[in-house]
């Protein structure tokens, strides 16, 4: 039943995959490509990455299909005929895939208990966080307290990017105040220019 | 037996939903595919929670849920507005006229 689910999971992923590259509508690309990542947070859930999925579901779904229709407001909403011959594109896509298909060759199977990354520290955290941390998400206890510097570190890394958004999108507000302030006339035309992007951060 | 056929009928009306979204004519049909998949997805966590008899990650589908929820929030909003940050006083005033 497992198989079955994978085989349905990937063809319906294939297919919306092609279905965004044949989409000539921007909207529709934006809507093809939140289901995208919704099938691909179902194929995460099969593989047992229930966080992964819902960070894949979060991001992929739900803020990049907002950011993108903030694009959308901005810009056109049919795409343009392309210049370039496709040949080239598929060329280094299918030189890519094959690379990396050829990469995952000598990896372990899935679930090999005698896998280096499951022999090296990983019977070391099973023995030792039950007594130490007592938490049952092992992965949870290595994030937050065994890694939790890196994790800090992260947090900062995350947070400095933020701040640095709000800091380059507020500086647009001061052009909003004047324009209120200034020319009513235009309304229309500075409508378009802000308020996009800033709540979504 | 019973969650394996709920499954397959769930792949079904997936597949069913995907049509609409490819082919949909207007907007609206897109949004309420992926709006309706959506959905399909947490009944896909949830079925596959207890065909595997592990259903410990219901709470994660009703995370799911609210995502969706707000999702289909800010394509409506991007409809109505033409926009989905916040708006200025003057767009708002012509909007609902307070």
Known sequence: MNTLIDIVVFTMLVTTALAVVRTHSLF?????????????????????????????AAVGAGISTVLMLGTLALTARSEKPSSHSPLIPL????????????????????????????????????????????VPNIVTAILASYRGFDTLGETAVVFTAGMSVLLLISGRRITRAEAEKGATGNAKGTDDAIGDGSDET | MMFAAAMILLFAAMVLVLVRLYRGPTLYDRVLAVNAFGTHTVLFIGIH????????????????????????????????YRKIGDMSPLARREETGL
């Open chain 2, 49 to 80: 929670g207890f065909l595997n008899d592990r259903p410990d990650f219901l709470d994660i589908a009703l995370l799911y849920a609210l995502i969706n929820f707000v999702g289909t929030i800010a394509v409506l909003k991007f409809f109505r």
């Open chain 1, 91 to 134: 060329l280094v896509v299918l030189v890519t895939g094959a690379v990396l298909v050829y990469g995952t060759l000598d990896m372990p199977a899935f679930g090999d208990a005698l896998a280096p990354a499951m022999t090296h520290v990983a019977p070391d955290y099973i023995a030792r966080s039950p007594a130490e941390i007592d």
């Open chain 1, 28 to 56: 529709a690309t934006v809507m093809l490509s939140g289901v995208f990542s919704l099938l691909s947070a179902l194929l995460f859930v099969t593989l047992d990455a229930v966080d992964v999925a819902f960070t894949e």
